[in-house]
Nanobody
Framework: VQLQASGGGLVQAGGSLRLSCAASGRTFSRDAMGWFRQAPGKEREFVAT????????YYADAVQGRFTISRDNAKNTVYLQMNNLKSEDTAVYYC????????????????WGQGTLVTVSS
């Protein structure tokens, strides 16, 4: 089972990035998927999660209204569109999957990707 996150980079405050997470090794179409992030010196935190159908999405308060999670089950890929980025969004972003409904707890997820670094300059 592999989750490959990509799309990170350096962006100015107010800019946008779209992260992708491609899954392989099993069928994820019935799994919830989530995005988390970890800033230097901080614990990993929840960002967003999406149900297997895409019909339910949940966001952390800090990103609500700026980030959008979506998925394409035909491509086994989940996306995170990040708009109006702020310096406090700087972190390594991880995707994860669980064989159940959406959840925000780090310990609720079964498989994790390697992370992609997002740096927002002010």
């Amino acid at each position: 089972v592999q989750l490959q996150a990509s799309g990170g980079g350096l962006v100015q405050a107010g800019g946008s990035l779209r992260l992708s997470c491609a899954a392989s090794g099993r069928t994820f179409s019935r799994d919830a998927m989530g995005w988390f992030r970890q800033a230097p010196g901080k614990e990993r935190e929840f960002v967003a999660t999406i149900s297997w159908s895409g019909g339910m999405t949940y966001y952390a308060d800090a990103v609500q209204g700026r980030f959008t999670i979506s998925r394409d089950n035909a491509k086994n890929t989940v996306y995170l569109q990040m708009n109006n980025l702020k310096s406090e969004d700087t972190a390594v972003y991880y995707c994860a999957t669980r064989s159940a409904g959406p959840a925000s707890g780090v310990d609720r997820y079964d498989y994790w990707g390697q992370g992609t670094l997002v740096t927002v300059s002010s």
